[in-house]
């Protein structure tokens, strides 16, 4: 059973920041490409920001671009999503999802969809106040 584990969501002001962290273990055997939805009150669960396995290429949100940037540490299963700049609309639970190594590649064409991911998080709160 893969265990993937999010923090570092809080409370933060208009034009503040916040960094969140993610780290996926158990029996996993490779290096997985990893990504970051978030949900907010009543809306659907929608993509922010993903990353392939060797960190080569990532995708945004056009919602984020410029904003957040997604990163990882190297041979390992973890991963970071920085966000400046953060507005109200940015107010949501904040979910790490990782595709299983046995699926569809992360690309530009798939890394915004849920059926992509196989493990998610618990979630983490990000509250942005204005």
């Known amino acids: 059973q893969v265990h993937v584990v999010e923090s570092g969501g809080g409370w933060v002001q208009a034009g503040g920041s916040l960094r969140l962290s993610c780290a996926a273990s158990?029996?996993?055997?490779?290096?997985?490409?990893m990504g970051w939805f978030r949900q907010a009150p009543g809306k659907v669960r929608e993509f922010v920001a993903a990353?392939?396995?060797?960190?080569?290429?990532?995708y945004y949100a056009d919602s984020v671009k410029g904003r957040f940037t997604i990163s990882r540490d190297n041979g390992k299963n973890t991963e970071y999503l920085q966000m400046n700049n953060l507005k109200p609309e940015d107010t949501a639970v904040y979910y790490c999802?990782?595709?299983?190594?046995?699926?569809?590649?992360?690309?530009?064409?798939?890394?915004?969809?849920?059926?992509?991911?196989?493990?998610w998080g618990q979630g983490t709160q990000v509250t942005v106040s204005s």
């Open positions: 999802a990782v595709p299983s190594p046995y699926g569809p590649a992360l690309t530009s064409n798939t890394a915004g969809s849920l059926a992509l991911y196989d493990y």
């Open positions: 158990g029996p996993i055997g490779s290096i997985l490409s």
């Open positions: 990353i392939t396995w060797n960190g080569a290429d990532t």
